[in-house]
């Protein structure tokens, strides 16, 4: 069959469907047994750019066909089906139905249809409990006035978990308000007084309140009280169930000080006012961060040394297979994949986010554990946007990347000056021991090796 043949083959089979110029050009190509950085090649697309093309029209079909469909074995798929009499096209294309999370991994291809990216999905079968650590939250998270701290590095799924918990809060009829730091505009840090107006009018909108910040503000009594007020006068007199507030990328206000030194002492101050104020004790305070507070507080004034602090685990060798096999990895079972396993850890570390990308790669069929392994450093490799997205935060702060340079060059932990181990840290660089710094993986280490411009200067060493 040729390449033409099965495009319109894939017509008979997904009436009304239609593909992009690009998607059939891969798709014709691969079936002729092109490689993606052949492919990129012949179009004149970056690699990756044409991998992950690949592999969205894979798990498009996978969905559409209801069975696994990969680079490795879509001509074999479609052939079976050119075999078939048209009677039962219609039967093979039906949606696929949806059941529990153990249900849908008996489903073939299923796995295909949830890429990689962001936090896992709530109804996901992917999800790795790591325990105490979920049923520590939850059980902290029903104590009236609390405050939980959820610490780690990017890639480490806090954001996953901080989800999780919401969705608890909510089956227990709790209302729930999530304010994301990242997502805000820069300018709204520029200034204490936009960035509260900011925090009450989002926490507002959320609970399907009108914004009534001009008659609680006023200017002769501050931003702060008039903020307090705010929230206790007019917000949570309104709310008669428990409240959880979540505050997701706590760190990217330390890099506003002048912000950051007036807000996180008002955030201790509430939490310390639901022991004696009712309506304050109705709330359940929800912190995610990636790293350490660096801007300057007084111990009674930080909320970073009260509540519950959970730092997020990398996954443990058992974790890891155990992910690997909801993968329908079977080489992954036994001691024999425990060794294989090793091999991808011993480059990416047990890092979650690092750890479901290769697990995803490896499912699909589309590249063999040594072509990862071989690969993963690189720009074309299954991490490519990912290790750009990087170099591109450090880009701004030469700083920054000679103390990151100074430490994937030396063979033990090194000392840093420590906003530049928290900020790179929060990037999930490096690991941070005490006083010393680690790179967090071989991948990072081999990758920036390459990328960052030689120390000119004797700041470190």
């Known amino acids: 069959m040729r390449a033409d043949e099965a495009l319109a083959l894939l017509d008979q089979l997904l009436p009304g469907r239609t593909f992009s110029n690009l998607q059939e050009t891969v798709f014709s190509q691969v079936w002729e047994g092109k490689t993606y950085a052949e492919i990129a090649e012949s179009c004149g697309y970056d690699h990756s750019y044409i991998r992950d093309v690949g592999f969205r029209l894979w ?3 996978s969905e559409s066909l209801n069975q696994k469909v990969s680079k490795s074995n ?50 996901s079968p992917f999800y790795i409990e790591r325990p105490p650590l979920e ?35 909510q089956a227990r ?34 609970l399907g309140l009108n914004p009534d910040l001009d008659n609680h503000w006023q200017g002769a ?10 929230l206790e006068a007019y917000v949570l007199p309104q709310v008669t169930v428990p409240l959880v507030i979540a505050l997701d990328e706590v760190n990217e206000l330390f890099q506003y000080p002048q912000v950051s030194a007036e807000f996180l002492p008002l955030l201790r ?34 909320p970073f040394n009260v509540g519950l602090a959970l730092r997020l685990p990398p996954f443990t060798l058992a974790q890891v297979q ?25 480059m990416v570390s047990y890092r979650p986010g690092l750890v479901r990308r290769a697990l995803f790669a490896l499912a699909w069929g589309d590249i063999t554990l040594e072509q990862l392994m071989d690969e993963a450093p690189t720009q074309s490799g299954i991490y490519g ?54 790179p967090s993986c071989e991948l990072y280490r081999q990758y920036f090796s390459m990328f960052l411009p030689a120390p000119s200067s004797s700041t470190y060493g």
């Open 269 to 302: 101050s509430w939490y310390e006012d639901a022991r004696e104020i009712e309506v304050w004790s109705r709330v359940r305070w929800v912190l995610s961060h990636a790293t350490e507070v660096y801007v300057p507080l007084q111990l009674h004034q930080s």
């Open 74 to 123: 879509i001509r074999a798929v479609l052939e079976r089906h050119a075999r078939r009499q048209p009677a039962p096209l219609a039967a093979e294309v039906s949606a696929p139905a949806f059941g529990s999370a153990s249900d849908q991994l008996d489903q073939p291809g299923w796995y295909g249809w949830e890429l990689p990216n962001g936090p896992v999905p709530l109804n």
């Open 221 to 230: 009594i501050g931003s702060k009280v008039s903020c307090t007020a705010y």
């Open 135 to 169: 049923a520590q939250a939850q059980a902290e998270l029903l104590r009236s006035g609390s405050l939980i701290r959820l610490k780690a590095p990017r890639q480490m799924g806090k954001t996953s978990l901080l989800r999780r918990l919401l969705a608890q809060a």
């Open 385 to 438: 946007d990912h290790l750009r997205e990087l170099l591109a935060a450090l880009y701004p702060h030469p700083d920054l990347q000679r103390a990151f340079r100074y430490v994937i060059e030396s063979a033990e932990p090194v000392p840093l000056e420590p906003i530049a181990a928290y900020r790179l840290e929060s990037l999930g660089l490096v690991n941070l021991s005490k006083n010393l710094v680690t």
């Open 173 to 206: 009829q709790m209302r729930c308000v999530t304010l994301s730091l990242h997502r805000a505009d820069h300018q709204i840090f520029t200034d204490l007084d936009r960035f509260l107006r900011w925090f009450c009018a989002n926490i507002s909108h959320q």
């Open 59 to 61: 798990q498009s079909l």
């Open 322 to 346: 155990d992910l690997a096999c909801r993968h329908h990895l079977s080489w992954a079972q036994g001691e024999e994949g425990l060794e294989k396993l090793l091999e991808i850890l011993q």
